[in-house]
Antibody, heavy 121, light 103 residues
Framework: QVQLVQSGAEVKSPGASVKVACKAS????????FSWVRQAPGQGLEWMGW????????RYIEKFQGRVTMTTDTSTSTAYMELRSLTSGDTAVYYC??????????????WGQGTLVTVSS | EIVLTQSPGTLSLSPGETATLSCRAS???????MAWYQQKPGQAPRLLVY???SRATGIPDRFSASGSGTDFTLTISRLEPEDFAVYYC????FGQGTKVEIK
């Protein structure tokens, strides 16, 4: 069965970077891309961007341009999301989600369990 | 950018009742594509519906979706105890969510 297993919780200082891993299993890794979605405490869901597992193409929302990098390692079927220059506003649960496209629209059919990133001095 | 506004913010219902959740787009949508997700406390979201009204794998038929233009609806018939959760619509961005709570 499809599983996305994320790395554990992180505590970072303001200005630091964090890299979250998402290991996929149960399907052909390069057949689907990944999105990263975050959720601040008590808040809704925010799509951060998408990464193709087959060719490395990315699409980031403007808010995170220049501060986020999404990558994959096909040898280990793992997707990564690195966020730099962290502030307290980045404190959130970060989810990876397998992404299917429908024209220029997309949806998320499987999700990782989430990784809590806490930014605190 | 299209903004999705969900209403009501909270819906208080009893098991067995029907929940009707609204998702309104800030402009008319060229296609009736919408995805809906369920999220329970401490859990990741789960895909319920994608495309116009296709249920995801394993989703019971008491969940149905419809809509076009600016107005989209998720209907949950015969609410079960496990259906009390937060629901999000999504088309690129997400709506802010509707919480379905036990009355």
């Amino acid at each position: 069965q499809v599983q996305l297993v994320q790395s554990g919780a992180e505590v970072k200082s303001p200005g630091a970077s964090v890299k979250v891993a998402c290991k996929a299993s149960g399907y052909s890794f390069t057949d689907y891309g990944f999105s990263w979605v975050r959720q601040a405490p008590g808040q809704g869901l925010e799509w951060m961007g998408w990464l193709s597992s087959s060719n490395g193409n990315t699409r980031y929302i403007e808010k995170f341009q220049g501060r986020v990098t999404m990558t994959t390692d096909t040898s280990t079927s793992t997707a990564y999301m690195e966020l730099r220059s962290l502030t307290s506003g980045d404190t959130a649960v970060y989810y990876c989600a397998r992404t299917l496209w429908f024209g220029d629209l997309y949806y998320f059919d499987y999700w990782g369990q989430g990784t809590l990133v806490t930014v605190s001095s | 950018e299209i903004v999705l506004t969900q209403s009501p913010g909270t819906l208080s219902l009893s098991p067995g009742e029907t929940a009707t959740l609204s998702c309104r787009a800030s402009q008319s949508l060229s296609s009736n594509y919408m995805a809906w997700y369920q999220q329970k406390p401490g859990q990741a979201p789960r895909l319920l519906v994608y495309g116009a009204s296709s249920r995801a794998t394993g989703i019971p038929d008491r969940f149905s979706a419809s809509g076009s233009g600016t107005d989209f609806t998720l209907t949950i018939s015969r609410l079960e105890p496990e259906d009390f959760a937060v629901y999000y619509c999504q088309r690129k961005t997400f709506g802010q969510g509707t919480k379905v709570e036990i009355k």
